[in-house]
C-alpha cells in the first residue's frame, strides 16, 4: 500500500478523494486548514493555511508515492507544493472552465485554452478561475515528472454545497408543479464525486499521466431531468416547462446563483456541457446511473439546513409566481 498526500481532504471532492484511498488502504495525509470540516476516519490532518508563505514546510523531506492537489484558485498554492513535496506521481484537479470556447459542443483536451494567469488568491474573484487553472496545469507538467491533469466538469453527489445539481432532486422530492426549462434537448455533462475520485485513486495507483476532461457521457437536460424525477420525485410532481426566453424575461438565471434554474446554460456556455470525455471513459473514468447520484443529493440535502442560503436554484415563492395560474 503506498502514503497518499491529499491538498485538501475536510470536503467534497478532495474528501472524497482520501476517503477512497483510506479505503483501498493507502496511508493517507491530508493538508488544509480544517475549517471545512473533518479528513475521512483514517486519515491524517496536517493543519496548514496555503496562503501562509512556508505553509508545507511541515512536509520537507518526506516523500509520497501519490499527491492529489485540488487548489482551487491559487497558482501560488500549486507552485510552492510542487517546490516542497518529493512525491512519485501528481495529479492535479483542474477544471472544464480553462477552455477559450465554451459554446461548441464535442471539443476535446486540445481545444484552445484561455490565457494563463499566474495569480488567485482569496482577493480574486470567480473571472480568474479557468485562467489561472491554466497557468497552474502549466506548472505541474513543468514542474513534476509524472503529471496527471484532470479538468472536472460539474461534480454532483454527496458532500456538494453548490446546489448546482441538488436543487434538482430537492425539488422533486418535495413535488406539486415545478418550474423546469423547456429545453429538453440542450447538452448536459455532469460527474458523481464518488466516481471522479475512484477514478483519480486507481490512476494514481497505476501511475496513469496525461490531460483529460473528467466527466461524464454526453446527455441531455431533459433525460437528466427524466431520470432524477424518476429515481426521487414525489408522486404528486408535475414539471412544468418555461421557454428559456420566458425564464429570462422573469429574471431567472441559467446554472447558478439567486433566481436560477441549475444545469439550464444559455447558448453561449453549452459546450461546457458536452465535451468529449471519452478517453477519460477508455482511460478507466467509470460513472454510475444519474439516479444513484440523485439519491445520493437528496439524503446530503437532508443533512442541510433547509433556510440555508442557496447556491442555485428557485426559491418556492419566486417559483410560484412563475407558474401559471391556476397551476397546472
Ligand atoms: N465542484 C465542482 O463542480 C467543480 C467543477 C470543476 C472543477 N472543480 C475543481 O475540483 C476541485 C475540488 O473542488 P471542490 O469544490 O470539491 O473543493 P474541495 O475538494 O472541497 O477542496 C477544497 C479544500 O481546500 C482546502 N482549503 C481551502 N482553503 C485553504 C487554505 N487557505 N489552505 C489550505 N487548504 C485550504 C479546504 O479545506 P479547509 O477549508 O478545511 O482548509 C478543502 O479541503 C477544485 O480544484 C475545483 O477547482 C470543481
Known sequence: MGSWLVLGGTRFLSRAVAAEAVARGHEVTCVARGESGPVPEGA???????????????????????????????????????????????????TISVYADTATPGQGVDAPLLDPLEGGGPADGPEVYGAVKVASEDAVRAGHPRPLVVRAGLICGPGDRSDRFGYWPARFARGGPTVVPDARDQPAQIVDVRDLAAWIVSSGERGLTGTFDGSGPRTTLGAVLDEIAAAVGAPDLVPVPLAPAALEAAGV???????????????????????????????????????????????HERTLDPARARGAGLAPDDERALLPDPPP
Open 253 to 299: 438565471s441559467p446554472w447558478a446563483g439567486p433566481r436560477s434554474l441549475p444545469l439550464w446554460l444559455p447558448d453561449s456556455h453549452v459546450g461546457i456541457a458536452a465535451r468529449d470525455t471519452s478517453p477519460a471513459a477508455e482511460a478507466g473514468l467509470v460513472c454510475r446511473p444519474v439516479a444513484d447520484t440523485a439519491r445520493a443529493a437528496l439524503e
Open 44 to 94: 491524517a490532518l496536517v493543519v496548514a493555511d496555503r496562503d501562509v508563505p512556508g505553509a508545507l514546510d511541515p512536509l520537507r523531506g518526506r516523500r509520497f508515492d501519490a499527491v492529489v492537489d485540488v487548489a482551487t484558485m491559487s497558482f501560488p498554492w500549486v507552485r510552492d507544493a510542487l517546490a516542497v513535496i518529493d512525491a512519485d506521481h501528481w495529479t492535479f484537479v483542474s
